[in-house]
């Protein structure tokens, strides 16, 4: 990073500052030794971070990782900080897009004649940020999927939006530049015109396919997981299904007593419910896919256990597409679980309970089939770059 700070070109943006490193500059630091021509698929992560808790002060960084070569830890290309999010996407991207279209044309010619050529692959970022880097409207909209045309149902009551409907038309990304459905982008009212993100202008991009909702930390694991526990023990978010705290002390003994016979390759233990709100997105999946099955077959009604079983192994087989990829049949076994899962959820816990989180499960393998593997979409590990 020290390296890199020396090469930062800093400029005022709105109240903060921006440092942009480039991402030239990041891969030829990640391919100093390479001798042969090089295709780097790229895959950026951006998300607002609060320096503090109690603070307005926060962290907008641009990380980026080799999507074809994992193993380079992630690099920042650009890094935001201010008393307030970025002004505008435009302002934020300007530079990010007008370098990415540089390096898609002309490729990066190495001192030694070897080349590095570009492809952006994903742009992974958490539900807020996606919708702030696309210009469209937030979660809480009535057309903020960002994948299909559902409109959402707002509940009074709870004063939440849900998303019940599962069968609604995908957005294309001709769609999504002719801005057809109007109600999803964002208008500016001073100018009169629809904010305009710098990402389309990136050569070759879809403002559809290459946004995924599938990455697995956001949307399962801090998501639909985070989400089911929080109802089963606080009776949060309009679950029907709140154990007892008795029960709730007895799966918190039982997940100590589980970690004990977790292989040693599972590094990330599940620890008791006392502690969930400070819970990792890898303790999540340990739940979801290891003590989770076990535990809550003696906790949940059979309805309420069966259900989550959907989940479990529409996880676990949406991960097996990444072995399995170039077998059709288990993406079309993950969809119908996922679907099966959805349809479930609206009747055992109502159709006011289909948050963006749960709605976006149906849309998970549209993604995997776009990036061959969860792992290819993935914010794990941008998850503890800085
Ligand atoms: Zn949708």
Known sequence: MSKLADWAIKFTMGSGSCWNYGIENCLRIAFRQLNQTMH????????????????????????????????????????????????????FLRQHVNEINVLILN??????????????????????????????????????????????????????????????????????????????????????????????????????????IADSMHLIELGITKRCLNGWVNGSYNFRTKLPAHETNSISTWLKIGNDWLPSEITRQARGLD????????????????????????????????????????????????????????????????????????ILYGSDSISSNAHNLIHVDDDVLNFGSLRNMSASPFESTL
């Open 40 to 91: 780097a698929l790229l895959n950026f992560n951006l998300d607002g971070l609060p320096l503090f808790r109690s603070s307005k002060f926060q962290f907008w960084p641009i990380l980026m990782i080799i999507a074809n070569i994992p193993e380079i830890r992630p690099m920042a290309v650009a890094i935001y900080f201010g008393d307030a999010k970025p002004p505008s996407s435009e302002e």
């Open 107 to 212: 490729g990066i010619d190495l001192a030694n004649g070897s080349q590095i050529l570009i492809k952006v692959n994903a742009y992974i970022a958490d539900t807020p940020a996606r919708a702030f880097i696309k210009c469209v409207k937030t979660h809480t909209a009535y057309h903020s999927c960002i994948k299909c045309n559902v409109i959402g149902e707002f509940d009074r009551s709870g004063k939440h939006m849900s998303f019940p409907r599962l069968d609604c038309p995908r957005r294309t990304h001709l769609d999504f530049i002719s801005k057809t459905d109007e109600d999803h982008h964002l208008w500016d009212s001073r100018t009169m015109q629809y904010y305009h993100t710098p990402l389309e202008e990136i050569q070759g991009i879809d403002m559809i396919k290459n946004f995924p």
């Open 275 to 346: 502690t969930l709100s400070f819970w990792k997105s890898i303790k999540y999946r340990t739940f979801l896919l290891y003590l989770g099955p076990v535990i809550m077959k003696h906790f949940l009604p059979y309805a309420f256990y069966n259900h989550f079983w959907y989940l479990v192994l529409a996880t676990t087989t949406i991960y097996s597409c990444e072995v399995y990829i170039e077998v059709p049949t288990i993406l079309n076994v993950a969809r119908d679980l996922m679907n099966d899962y959805v349809e479930e959820f609206i």
